[in-house]
């Protein structure tokens, strides 16, 4: 029964387009954006219908990247068993069906969370599948830098979800994964050079070598160091936070040293694999500390 339905609709394949990896995180760090706009409890119909929202335009927005990037994805080893250079689901298929989810997701938040969501929602989407797909990694090697900009607004959709406007904390936290992203892409773009350069996909490993991407890597994780202690000198954060940052901050920076001193991509992907825990555990750090303050608060407010 599993098989046939499976046949007569391809439902792996369409979840595959949706990259449920990817917007899993986007989700953590836009539910830690809710929490962190408010030192109340989150109102359960922003974030139940936030995240949806949300998480129905990523998806959108990870199907629509499928199709542009079907003849990439077909020479690269990485991407050669996506759904689309296999032929389980045809390019048009992938359109529509990411329309579809769009659609749901501006019906969504414009129905039950509020505009500025519903604006910044689709921006993002737009910025990630036509911009940087189509346009920016294609023709420059700043194309992850520039394009990052659309992979950092999830915890400024959570902010707004909440709230209903933009605040300077919550585009602190955009700048922290935006100044992620180049050495966390960067670092899997050297583990791929061959292949993004037999798909001629301009990546920095592949315009200007190995040997400089590995010092961007590692000028990016100090940058990125550097920024996370923002939160703590504008008395967003406290010591939990500066503490997890550090500790959090030494250990990308090891790893990036460890890639540029050592020859060849052998810490590559340890590189990369940190960076993703890196980032997640920072926004725990963030929500740790954050709910610590309010109850140190609360408790001296009681005395």
Same mark, same amino acid.
């Given at each position: 029964?599993?098989?046939a ?15 449920p ?7 953590? #760090?836009?539910? &830690? ?7 109340g ?8 219908w936030g ?8 998806s959108? $927005?990870?199907?629509?990247?499928h199709? %542009? ?10 991407t050669?068993?996506?759904? !689309? =250079? ?10 529509i ?5 769009v659609?749901?997701?501006?019906? &969504?938040?414009?129905a039950? %969370?509020?505009v ?10 737009v910025?990630?599948?036509?911009? @940087? ?6 023709? *420059? =090697? ?8 659309a992979?950092?607004?999830?915890? &400024?959709l ?6 209903g ?5 919550? !585009?602190?936290?955009?700048?922290i994964?935006? %100044?992620? *992203? ?11 050079v061959?292949?993004?350069a037999?798909?001629? &996909? ?17 000028? @990016? #994780?100090v ?7 923002? =939160?703590?000198?504008v008395?967003?954060s /406290? *010591?939990?936070?500066l ?5 959090? /901050? ?6 990036s040293?460890?890639?540029?001193t050592?020859e $060849? ?5 340890k *590189?990369? /694999? @940190?960076?993703?825990? @890196?980032l997640?555990?920072?926004?725990v ?19």
């Amino acid at each position: 029964m599993t098989t046939a339905i499976q046949a007569a609709f391809p439902w792996r394949d369409y979840l595959d387009l949706c990259k449920p990896k990817v917007v899993m995180l986007i989700l953590f #760090t836009a539910l &830690v954006g809710m929490f962190l706009s408010t030192e109340g409890a989150v109102p359960f119909r922003a974030w139940f219908w936030g995240l949806i929202g949300i998480g129905l335009a990523a998806s959108a $927005g990870a199907a629509l990247n499928h199709w %542009v990037d079907e003849e990439i994805d077909a020479r690269m080893e990485r991407t050669r068993q996506r759904p !689309l =250079p296999q032929g389980q689901v045809r390019g048009s298929q992938a359109v529509i069906f990411a329309l579809i989810l769009v659609t749901l997701s501006m019906a &969504v938040l414009l129905a039950f %969370v509020n505009v500025l969501t519903a604006v910044l929602t689709l921006a993002s989407m737009v910025g990630y599948a036509i911009i @940087y797909s189509m346009f920016l990694k294609r023709t *420059t =090697p700043q194309n992850i830098v520039l394009g990052g900009a659309a992979g950092a607004a999830p915890p &400024v959709l959570g902010w707004t979800a909440v709230t209903g406007e933009l605040h300077s904390e919550a !585009l602190l936290l955009f700048l922290i994964i935006f %100044v992620w *992203t180049p050495p966390h892409f960067w670092a899997l773009a050297i583990k791929r050079v061959d292949d993004y350069a037999n798909a001629d &996909v301009p990546m920095l490993p592949v315009t200007h070598g190995v040997a400089l991407t590995k010092l961007h890597v590692l000028l @990016y #994780t100090v940058l990125l160091v550097v920024v996370t202690l923002i =939160p703590f000198l504008v008395l967003m954060s /406290g *010591t939990i936070y500066l503490a997890g940052a550090l500790a959090l /901050g030494a250990g990308f920076v090891f790893y990036s040293l460890k890639l540029y001193t050592t020859e $060849g991509d052998g810490y590559a992907m340890k *590189t990369f /694999g @940190y960076s993703i825990f @890196y980032l997640s555990a920072l926004f725990v750090f963030l929500l740790l500390d954050h709910y610590a303050r309010i109850l140190i608060r609360a408790f001296f407010l009681d005395s």
